[in-house]
């Protein structure tokens, strides 16, 4: 199983940002999957997740500002963030499970793409 995340980089505060994650592999689950983020020398938190049925999670500090879509028929999440500030500079990671549970970690990770915002 693979999660294959892009778009991250280098932008400015106040600009949007659009981050994609594609899950391959021999894995017929994908029923959830959400983004994470990992700010420097912080603990890794949840971002945003969505079911296959299309439930969502939000996290509450920055929910007015992102959104959390994906096409199942192609195993991929993607992730908008509007407005950014140099706080949502960290690594952005996808996470995928069977199950919708974010209260534990999730079974399959990507490597994580960098976000970095520029004030």
């Known amino acids: 199983v ?10 400015q505060a106040g600009e949007s940002l659009r981050l994609s994650c594609k899950a391959s592999g021999d894995y017929v689950g994908f029923n959830a999957m959400a983004w994470y983020r990992q700010a420097p020398g912080a603990q890794r938190d949840l971002v945003a997740g969505i079911t ?10 920055i929910k007015s500002r992102i959104s959390i879509s994906r096409e199942n028929a192609e195993n991929t999440v993607y992730l908008q ?3 950014l500030k140099p706080e949502d500079t960290g690594v952005y990671y996808c996470a995928s499970d069977e199950a919708a549970d974010y209260s534990k970690d999730f079974k399959y990770w990507g490597r994580g793409t960098q976000v970095t915002v520029s004030s």
């Open 52 to 61: 296959r049925s299309g439930m969502t999670i939000e996290n509450a500090s």
């Open 2 to 11: 693979q999660l294959q995340a892009s778009g991250g980089g280098l932008v």
């Open 81 to 83: 963030v509007d407005s």
